[in-house]
């Protein structure tokens, strides 16, 4: 059973930085794209990073030059690093296959940008 388990959010100040990291089973990472997506309150779930099983990487425009996505497929995991971060990056954070499988969805990790 595949299961992927974000973590790293949290609490940061404007411009602050911080690094997700997803953790999952099988063979999900290492033939899949995988994304990274988030949920503010009161929107849809958008994509805001993409990165394929050889390391091609897409973003939202709005992350652009401030996240990177990355992944070790020897642990399975997939990170995304979070620079300059803005009050609008607010929103619980999700990874999942790229297009997303519903069955995958995880718990997410919250993270706040706020003074």
């Known amino acids: 059973q595949v299961q992927l388990v974000e973590s790293g959010g949290g609490l940061v100040q404007p411009g602050g930085s911080l690094r997700l990291s997803c953790a999952g089973s099988?063979?999900?990472?290492?033939?899949?794209?995988m994304g990274w997506y988030r949920q503010a309150p009161g929107k849809q779930r958008e994509l805001v990073a993409a990165?394929?099983?050889?390391?091609?990487?897409n973003y939202a425009d709005s992350v652009k030059g401030r996240f990177t996505i990355s992944r070790d497929n020897a642990k399975n995991t997939v990170y995304l690093q979070m620079n300059s971060l803005k009050p609008e990056d607010t929103a619980v954070y999700y990874c999942n296959n790229n297009p997303p499988v519903y069955k995958y969805w995880g718990q997410g990790t919250q993270v706040t940008v706020s003074s």
């Open positions: 099988g063979t999900i990472f290492r033939i899949y794209v």
């Open positions: 990165i394929t099983s050889g390391g091609g990487t």
